[in-house]
């Protein structure tokens, strides 16, 4: 058997577990470390409780292992086991153990306790080497990864800058293995289709007019993720005619929640908030210099194809903490293309397909530059085709192989 250890059901990584269970060729179960937002939870990014409105428990094996009080995905020293792993990995008679990332204590503990009981592991992070490490922590890093990997027997790898971070390790080919970062590509792209006629009402529901060039933000409102340069970028279209076509109607259209709303809202001229909390309709300034947006607020995973189906380009503007970037999988997979910072961890693999484009991060004339563009060519829309590669079914494929390569015995 298989066992895939991971902090908590994600609404990311469900849908491959399902996908596992549905091709049956490994025999597998998911060990959580808690069942946060199986219940609502609070999410400290996104400023508020909530649970996933998909039954993220279902079409797999699972089971929640014993770990300390109080244990949080976000929290290395709190979230650790409590039980004997290698008691449980031999009485189950697992043959490898799969383990996604290192960000807890946890996954420390299971490599250790798997190879005590001669287990192979298997990693799949997030991390990549895209962002510069502060040179006092250089040596440390160096060390404390490095003597991690060694331990490890397969490298699920998510992405090109991925792979690299392994391999500056000292990580040799042999042990690694294609495993790309996905979305649930069929459930995004059948929710889209059936909303895209209904696209003008949910413009007009959220007060972006028809013939307005929207643009998408979607995600928390922290630091990170760096909102503001979007609205600074709009910013320079709605006050610099030299820069902006004639038609150019650039609307903002936020869907999430965090720590920045207010900031946001404070530097935008705003004609729709469904988090507000008073009666009445926004009169908005007609000789502001600030961008017109609309905030959607926290949308579920349900929901957020309205705005993938309202708006015309998606915008990540990230900084490098941004290890992948999963929201440009679901506005590929829902037709939408997308304007990606070249901070992202996604950028190398996705930045160049279809209508996708990629700016500087930061600098907010290039992403000004890039938004010309896509309102001048006019709305262009994703395929099937473009994610392609980007799918699960690409890892069920990988998983299958390297899983006969270790319970097969050579006659």
């Known amino acids: 058997m298989l066992a895939i250890l991971t902090t908590h059901p994600i609404q990311y990584q469900v849908p491959l577990w ?21 219940q609502p939870s609070h999410d400290r990014e996104f400023g508020k409780k909530f649970a996933w409105d998909l039954d993220v428990l279902a079409g797999y ?32 008679k697992v043959r490898a153990l799969w383990i996604n990332g290192w ?5 420390w503990q299971a490599v250790l306790e ?13 991390s990549n080497d895209l962002a510069p490490t502060q040179a006092w922590k250089q040596p440390l ?94 910013r320079m279209l709605v006050s610099n005619p030299k820069l902006q076509s004639p038609s150019s109607k650039i609307h903002l259209l936020f869907a999430g929640s965090g720590e920045l709303g207010a900031q946001l809202r404070e530097n935008c001229d705003v004609i729709f908030d469904a988090e507000r909390t008073t009666t009445g309709s926004y009169l908005p ?47 590929m997979a829902s037709g939408l293309p997308c304007i990606i910072s070249d901070h992202c961890g996604c950028t190398e693999d996705l930045g160049a397909i279809g209508a996708n484009s990629v700016y500087e991060c930061a600098n907010v004339v290039s992403l000004a530059n890039e938004l010309i563009k896509f309102e001048q060519n ?7 085709s473009d994610l392609v590669k980007h799918s699960f079914g690409e890892t069920v494929k990988t998983v299958a192989r390297i899983y ?7 006659s």
């Not at 960000?103 to 996954?107: C, F």
């Not at 006969?404 to 050579?410: E, L, R, T």
């Open 141 to 234: 890093k160096q060390e404390l990864l490095g003597q991690f990997f060694k331990r490890i027997d397969r490298f699920l790898y998510i992405g090109s800058a991925n792979k690299r971070l392994y391999q500056k390790f000292g990580v040799p080919e042999r042990k690694l293995f294609p495993a790309p970062y996905a979305v649930d590509n069929e459930r995004f792209a059948a929710q889209a289709a059936k909303l895209r006629g209904q696209r003008t009402e949910i413009r007009r529901e959220w007060k972006i007019p028809e013939e307005a060039f929207c643009v998408l933000f979607c995600g928390k409102f922290i630091s990170k993720k760096r909102p503001i340069d979007l609205i600074d970028a709009a």
């Open 103 to 107: 960000q807890v204590a946890a996954y």
């Open 404 to 410: 006969q390569d270790i319970v097969i015995v050579p």
């Open 285 to 331: 300034t007609s000789d502001s210099k600030n961008p017109r947006a609309s905030f959607a607020g926290f949308l579920n995973q349900t929901e957020i194809s309205k705005a993938y189906v309202a708006a015309d380009v998606l915008v990540l503007p990230s900084d490098y903490d941004e290890t992948w970037g999963l929201v440009v999988n679901e506005a």
């Open 114 to 126: 798997a190879k005590a009981a001669g287990v192979e592991v298997w990693l799949r992070g997030e």
């Open 18 to 38: 399902q996908e596992l269970a549905k091709d049956g060729r490994v025999p597998f179960e998911v060990w959580y470390l808690t069942s946060h937002a199986t």
């Open 378 to 384: 006019g709305r262009r829309t994703m395929t099937a």
């Open 61 to 92: 094996e699972h089971r929640f292992l014993d770990v300390a009080a109080g244990a949080t995905p976000s929290s290395f020293w709190k979230c650790r086991l409590k039980e004997k792993l290698r008691d449980r990995l031999r009485k189950e």
